[in-house]
């Protein structure tokens, strides 16, 4: 069983990662880079590491994807 | 898109695919490692429970490893250091909108839970899965929060050099003073036993490191943060 | 059908592929994509694959995770604290570098007016 949830959760993760460099508009690509971040709090957890899982879950999914959107709202006020 | 630029990409997306497939094969080939591998990590189990606390990647964090913490949290405050040097401005922000009633009443509300939230997850660290980089993130996501639904709050500036400086200096001179009276730099010359495992006080000096830690990491995000919402037209 | 799945060499040999698919995707974006922010999230997509790879190659079926509670008290099988401490600093260190890479990006843009690393030439000639 924990064979086949790595697997859907690495199909996933690669699929939205791929999408999340080829899209034109920015925050659509911003968004999808949050749901690798997902992913990765769901792989860290079934793996046996909570620390590092909260760890992601927090900055990963947090703060990172957070400036990102702050340099976004910065580079589209000055047009 | 030119000639060129179409040839160029195609090339280098054949050539990662091809780097991927290579990979993938020398590595499904190369799977049989013995199965009996001795871990490193073995040997620090052992000794954990000379320190009596529950979490043990807290212990080799702050412990075992607790000289690359010390170099981690200087990392941060470099990165907070050169944000602060080129975001960083004294005059109004004129950047934020005046956002709903709906938005200032629910942050208002939700504000003190995600910071107490963050300080038990700070406090607990060496009992269950957290400690002071978690605690200190989600403190400064609550500060986040504020900082963008009320148009006229700002995080005060002296506030955050005091913290982050007492815990800056009081992290180096614990390390000191184990040095004085144990000969070993950060050692543990509060009293540890091992009948306290799972209790609050346990463990020695290290939930007051890990409280220190997440201190400096929550009061450094929160200025990462405020320098990237709030910056001025001239600077 | 299931059962296949769960043998270690199966879950290692995922985690391999995935991993180093996840790493070359990265790479593709980083030598292809023109903006600014683009170069920076492939260059993060990178790293948490590399974290990927690093915790998924030692996962072992039967081992708990690293804490002491009240079922479980006896350190014989467990899974290795080591790397786990490593991966915690290397995630903030990935994030801070993030940080001032991209109030580099926004100073750049408020001087110049481009975000586009093809017209970036003022140190040619």
């Known amino acids: ?19 999340a460099i080829i899209q034109p508009k920015l925050s659509d690509s911003i968004i999808l880079f949050m749901g690798v971040g997902l992913g990765s709090v769901v792989l860290f957890f079934v793996f046996g590491a909570p620390d590092v899982a909260l760890t992601e879950a927090v900055i990963g999914a947090g703060i990172s994807s957070l400036i990102f959107l702050m340099a976004l709202k910065h580079l589209k006020a000055q047009k | 898109m030119s000639i060129k630029r179409s040839l160029a990409t195609s090339t280098i997306s054949g050539f990662a ?61 470099i990165a907070s250091l050169g944000l602060g040097l080129m975001l960083g401005s004294n005059s109004k922000c004129d950047i934020k909108a005046e956002s709903n009633f709906m938005l200032k ?56 050099v005091l913290l982050e400086t007492l815990a800056g200096v009081s992290y180096v001179l614990i390390g000191l003073i184990g040095l004085f009276t144990l000969d070993i730099f950060l050692g543990n010359f509060l009293p540890h036993d091992i009948s306290q495992m799972g209790m609050l006080l346990s463990g020695g000096i290290i939930p007051i ?9 929550g009061s450094e995000m929160s200025m990462i943060t405020q320098n990237l919402i709030k910056r001025g037209e001239n600077v | 059908m299931f059962e296949y799945f769960n043998e270690p060499q199966t879950i290692k040999t995922i985690v391999t592929i995935g991993s180093m698919t996840l790493f070359f995707i990265g790479l593709f974006g980083l030598l292809t994509q023109k903006h600014f922010i683009k170069i920076f999230m492939s260059i993060a997509i990178m790293e948490s694959s590399i974290f990927l790879f690093f915790i998924g190659n030692i996962f072992n079926k039967d081992f708990t995770a690293p804490i002491i509670s009240e079922g479980f008290s006896t350190v014989t099988k467990m899974n290795d604290p080591i790397p786990q401490a490593m991966i915690l600093t290397a995630i903030v260190i990935g994030m801070a570098v993030l940080a001032l890479g991209v109030s580099f990006t926004i100073e750049y843009y408020r001087l110049t007016g481009n975000t586009d690393i093809d017209k970036m030439n003022e140190m040619r000639y």
């Open chain 2, 209 to 217: 490191i890990y409280i220190i830690v997440g201190i400096k990491v």
């Open chain 2, 17 to 77: 695919l091809s780097a991927t497939l290579i990979l993938t094969f020398l590595n499904v080939l190369l799977q049989n490692l013995p199965t009996s591998v001795s871990r490193a990590g073995d040997a620090l189990l052992q000794l954990n429970s000379q320190e009596g606390v529950a979490n043990v990647v807290t212990t080799v964090v702050v412990y075992f490893r607790g000289f690359d913490t010390l170099g981690e949290i200087a990392v941060l405050f």
């Open chain 2, 105 to 160: 009443t629910a942050s208002t509300i939700l504000f003190p839970i995600i910071m107490l939230y963050g300080m038990y997850v700070m406090i607990y660290g060496h009992l269950s899965p957290g400690g002071g980089f978690q605690g200190g993130v989600i403190i400064a996501s609550a500060v986040l929060l504020l900082l963008i639904s009320h148009k006229e709050f700002e995080v005060p500036h002296s506030l955050i």
């Open chain 1, 1 to 19: 069983m924990i064979g086949f949830i790595v697997l859907a959760t690495f199909i996933g993760i690669i699929i939205v990662s791929f999408a």
